[in-house]
């Protein structure tokens, strides 16, 4: 069964399209953040369907207090462009988007201004309250967050390309129509989408094929974060790497499919996860798997906090995709196999093989072999070389 796009029933026709040829006559143009560039290609490659632009204050608040837009669409995150300095611009204006990814000045695409507010430091902290629920700087998202200008602008946009996404991952990024083709094309009836920000270890590939099994789908997409992310997290180009040699000796290729999408990680845990699950409806996913700490970072989120969000009548009332919600994974030194965790009877911690991040940090920046309980050995050598060079 096909699965429908997001709110197609709210989706209008973008303002922008009959404004294009004097946006090239415009000479204002602003530079925008990473996060907005990366929301403006969210929203150019159909992947926040059914938004046409950046929200205005009064949508913002709207989501912040309800998770609904001013027209009843459920939207968990507000998708803003706040800039630094908005005294040359007017409502009605066609502006161009500055791409902040490249020195050259070159434009992202259009930008028709709906509505300009200067945010309040109030109306800021309500907006990160409700996206990552804290105030605490030591947030990453809260941090990027309070960075920003206070010039929030609002409206349609159109795109003139996807920012470095498309030139630097030419064989991972598409956009969810190019997703939903290929579905198409290769046959896929129903899918179970797996996100990830980081390489994919022993424990993420058996908890694929539990949820493809238990979902009883037909095909896998593993589908990455391309955009920004933590100093200290892998970046997308050998994250790509990795996966693709895991996926070329431990997969069946024939019901798999490796992509990526353009958007810089928020880390804000249960409102993310809802974000996601929008992001793969939209792909023609039919399930989603949510872990125990989707989106998370830190302590700043409760174990299944990021599943349990999905209970609501608010969520299940307009969202079409299903949660496949799971423990988390590991190699259990007793039965000799990765197993999830909850499904294991008689097991200690000590029973299980878990290594942090942080740890899994510290064997590659040593030097040393990750353990092949815990990773592939392809993906080890993949990491390996990558902390290799960082070091030299």
């Given at each position: 069964?096909?699965i429908?796009y997001f709110?197609?029933?709210?989706?209008?026709k973008?303002?922008?399209?009959?404004?294009l040829?004097?946006?090239s006559?415009?000479?204002?143009?602003?530079?925008?953040?990473?996060?907005?560039?990366?929301?403006?290609?969210?929203?150019?490659s159909?992947y926040?369907?059914?938004?046409?632009?950046?929200?205005?204050?009064e949508d913002?608040?709207?989501?912040?207090?309800?998770?609904?837009?001013?027209?009843?669409?459920f939207w968990?995150?507000p998708?803003?462009?706040?800039i630094d300095?908005?005294?040359?611009?007017?409502?009605?204006?066609?502006?161009?988007?500055?791409?902040?990814?490249?020195?050259?000045?070159?434009i992202l695409?259009?930008q028709?201004?709906?509505?300009i507010?200067?945010?309040?430091?109030?109306?800021?902290?309500?907006?990160?309250?409700s996206?990552?629920?804290?105030q605490?700087?030591?947030?990453p998202?809260?941090?990027?967050?309070?960075?920003?200008?206070?010039?929030?602008?609002?409206?349609?946009?159109?795109?003139?390309?996807?920012?470095?996404?498309?030139?630097?991952?030419?064989?991972?990024?598409?956009?969810?129509?190019?997703?939903?083709?290929?579905f198409?094309?290769y046959?896929?009836?129903q899918?179970v989408?797996?996100q990830?920000?980081?390489?994919?270890?022993?424990?993420?590939e058996?908890?694929?094929?539990?949820?493809?099994?238990?979902?009883?789908?037909?095909a896998?997409?593993?589908?990455?974060?391309l955009?920004?992310?933590?100093?200290?997290d892998?970046?997308?180009?050998?994250?790509?790497?990795?996966?693709?040699?895991?996926?070329?000796k431990?997969?069946?290729q024939?019901?798999?499919?490796?992509?990526?999408?353009?958007?810089?990680?928020l880390?804000?845990g249960?409102?993310?996860?809802?974000?996601?699950?929008?992001i793969?409806?939209?792909?023609?996913?039919?399930?989603?798997?949510?872990?125990?700490?989707?989106?998370?970072?830190g302590?700043?989120y409760?174990?299944?906090?990021?599943q349990?969000?999905?209970?609501s009548?608010l969520?299940?009332?307009f969202l079409k995709?299903?949660?496949?919600?799971a423990?988390?994974?590991?190699?259990?030194?007793?039965?000799g196999?990765?197993?999830?965790m909850?499904?294991?009877?008689?097991?200690?911690?000590?029973?299980?093989?878990i290594?942090?991040?942080?740890?899994?940090?510290s064997?590659?920046?040593?030097?040393?072999?990750?353990?092949?309980?815990?990773?592939?050995?392809e993906v080890?050598?993949?990491?390996?070389?990558?902390?290799?060079?960082?070091?030299n």
């Amino acid at each position: 069964m096909e699965i429908p796009y997001f709110g197609e029933e709210f989706r209008v026709k973008s303002k922008l399209h009959n404004e294009l040829l004097s946006a090239s006559e415009t000479p204002t143009s602003i530079k925008i953040s990473s996060l907005a560039a990366a929301k403006a290609v969210m929203i150019g490659s159909d992947y926040f369907r059914p938004l046409t632009g950046f929200h205005d204050i009064e949508d913002a608040i709207s989501i912040c207090d309800g998770m609904q837009m001013k027209n009843k669409l459920f939207w968990p995150i507000p998708l803003l462009n706040i800039i630094d300095d908005g005294d040359r611009l007017e409502v009605g204006m066609t502006v161009n988007l500055i791409d902040p990814n490249f020195q050259d000045g070159r434009i992202l695409g259009q930008q028709l201004i709906g509505s300009i507010h200067e945010i309040t430091q109030k109306e800021k902290a309500k907006i990160t309250e409700s996206v990552f629920g804290t105030q605490d700087e030591s947030h990453p998202g809260v941090s990027m967050l309070n960075k920003m200008g206070n010039f929030l602008i609002s409206g349609d946009i159109a795109l003139n390309n996807y920012s470095y996404y498309s030139e630097d991952f030419p064989e991972t990024f598409m956009t969810a129509p190019e997703i939903r083709s290929r579905f198409v094309q290769y046959g896929f009836k129903q899918v179970v989408a797996f996100q990830t920000r980081n390489p994919m270890h022993r424990a993420h590939e058996e908890l694929c094929r539990i949820a493809m099994e238990e979902t009883q789908s037909d095909a896998l997409l593993i589908h990455m974060l391309l955009g920004k992310l933590k100093k200290d997290d892998i970046p997308a180009s050998v994250r790509d790497e990795a996966i693709r040699v895991m996926v070329e000796k431990y997969f069946d290729q024939n019901k798999v499919m490796v992509s990526g999408y353009g958007f810089d990680m928020l880390y804000a845990g249960p409102k993310e996860a809802l974000l996601h699950a929008i992001i793969r409806q939209n792909c023609g996913c039919s399930f989603l798997i949510i872990g125990r700490d989707h989106a998370g970072v830190g302590d700043f989120y409760q174990a299944f906090e990021a599943q349990e969000i999905f209970h609501s009548d608010l969520v299940q009332e307009f969202l079409k995709i299903k949660i496949f919600e799971a423990d988390h994974t590991a190699y259990s030194k007793k039965l000799g196999r990765i197993v999830m965790m909850k499904d294991a009877q008689n097991h200690k911690p000590e029973d299980f093989m878990i290594l942090s991040g942080t740890k899994v940090r510290s064997i590659l920046e040593e030097g040393k072999t990750l353990p092949p309980e815990f990773a592939r050995p392809e993906v080890a050598s993949v990491l390996g070389a990558y902390y290799k060079e960082k070091k030299n």
